[in-house]
């Protein structure tokens, strides 16, 4: 498993933007597609955005497509989750995770490793 460190949450207005990070010491990161989940409470996690080793291959979950952006920077061992025109219905709690192959990307029992989660509330 690769040790995974998110940051970057925290309270923002409906409208507003915020970046997550996720930084890991892991030497794999580079060949390892990423991904972020979220949790609101008493809700599943669910799927909200996965990039490939390469950084040139994405996904998103429909309701965060045209809002988030997800990047990485293989140099500095982080990926990245842009969150702009935030919603209240985004608040939750949001992780980074890890696996090998880009695919299957949304499902959670196919990621490795996790982070803690770092909290985004978004209020009205």
């Known amino acids: 498993q690769v040790p995974l460190v998110e940051s970057g949450g925290g309270l923002v207005q409906a409208g507003g933007s915020l970046r997550l990070s996720c930084a890991t010491s892991g030497r794999t990161f580079s060949t390892r597609t990423m991904g972020w989940f979220r949790q609101a409470p008493g809700k599943e996690r669910e799927f909200v955005a996965a990039v490939n080793w390469t950084g040139d291959g994405t996904d998103y979950a429909d309701s965060v497509k045209g809002r988030f952006s997800i990047s990485r920077d293989n140099a500095k061992n982080t990926v990245y989750l842009q969150m702009n025109s935030l919603k209240i219905e985004d608040t939750a709690v949001y992780y980074c995770?890890?696996?090998?192959?880009?695919?299957?990307?949304?499902?959670?029992?196919?990621?490795?490793?996790w982070g803690q989660g770092t909290q985004v509330t978004v209020s009205s």
């Open positions: 995770a890890s696996k090998i192959f880009f695919r299957d990307t949304s499902y959670p029992s196919k990621y490795d490793s």
